[in-house]
Nanobody, 124 residues
Framework: QVQLVESGGGLVQAGGSLRLSCAAS????????MGWFRQAPGKEREFVAAIRWSGGSTYYADSVKGRFTISRDNAKNTVNLQMNSLKPEDTAVYYC?????????????????WGQGTQVTVSS
């Protein structure tokens, strides 16, 4: 069982940066693929980024490629999302998710564990 707690959200102006963190409990964290998703009001939850348990492969949605960077520290049981050049359309609740495998999926329903979410608001 893995429990996830996100932090680092907030209000930022367009063009600014935020760093989200996800702290995971559980001894097998290193064997989970970790993902970040987001959900804006009235919209479906969408894939943002993911990183395989080995940490060597990362995947991004086209909308954030080149601006966001996902990373993980298996020794500290954390996964981070560095968000640069933020845009108003990045405004959403951001969720950390975990899947007990080394495969990456962009579909939210394939992730087994979820955090409570953290709000990111980008003002224009």
């Amino acid at each position: 069982q893995v429990q996830l707690v996100e932090s680092g959200g907030g209000l930022v102006q367009a063009g600014g940066s935020l760093r989200l963190s996800c702290a995971a409990s559980g001894r097998t964290f290193s064997r989970y693929t970790m993902g970040w998703f987001r959900q804006a009001p009235g919209k479906e939850r969408e894939f943002v980024a993911a990183i395989r348990w080995s940490g060597g492969s990362t995947y991004y949605a086209d909308s954030v490629k080149g601006r966001f960077t996902i990373s993980r520290d298996n020794a500290k049981n954390t996964v981070n999302l560095q968000m640069n050049s933020l845009k108003p359309e990045d405004t959403a609740v951001y969720y950390c998710a975990a899947r007990p495998s080394d495969s990456v999926y962009v579909d939210a329903y394939k992730y087994d564990h979820w955090g409570q979410g953290t709000q990111v608001t980008v003002s224009s």
